[in-house]
């Protein structure tokens, strides 16, 4: 099993960036696909979740507006759009499979549950002011 999150870089704040999920090794099409973010000193924070079908997605308070998630089940492929970047989304960007995603409207912390644990390298996304 593999997730590898591409995409990442240097960008000013009120910037957009497209990361990319390229997976492998597990039937993509049937698992939720989540993406986690990890800024220096922080725990790992979910971030955002789309249902195996596309019905559903996830957002946490801290993206939401800002964040698109989507997928292509056909490329095996998950892609996170991220419009007006602020310094606070400077992070490391993993994706991940996931059992379920949250409810739309949950507003705690966002648990990883899935079967694999694989998160690979991740990608750097830099923001500055």
């Known amino acids: 099993v593999q997730l590898q999150a591409s995409g990442g870089g240097l960008v000013q704040a009120g910037g957009s960036l497209r990361l990319s999920c390229a997976a492998s090794?597990?039937?993509?099409?049937?698992?939720?696909i989540a993406w986690f973010r990890q800024a220096p000193g922080k725990e790992r924070e979910g971030v955002s979740c789309?249902?195996?079908?596309?019905?559903?997605?996830y957002y946490s308070d801290s993206v939401k507006g800002r964040f698109t998630i989507s997928r292509d089940n056909t490329k095996n492929q998950a892609y996170l759009q991220m419009n007006s970047l602020q310094p606070e989304d400077t992070a490391i960007y993993y994706c991940?499979?996931?059992?379920?995603?949250?409810?739309?409207?949950?507003?705690?912390?966002?648990?990883?549950?899935?079967?694999?644990?694989?998160w690979g390298q991740g990608t750097l996304v830099t923001v500055s002011s």
């Open positions: 991940a499979e996931d059992s379920g995603c949250p409810l739309p409207n949950y507003s705690g912390t966002y648990v990883y549950t899935g079967v694999f644990g694989t």
């Open positions: 090794g597990f039937d993509f099409k049937y698992y939720p």
């Open positions: 789309i249902s195996a079908s596309s019905e559903t997605t």
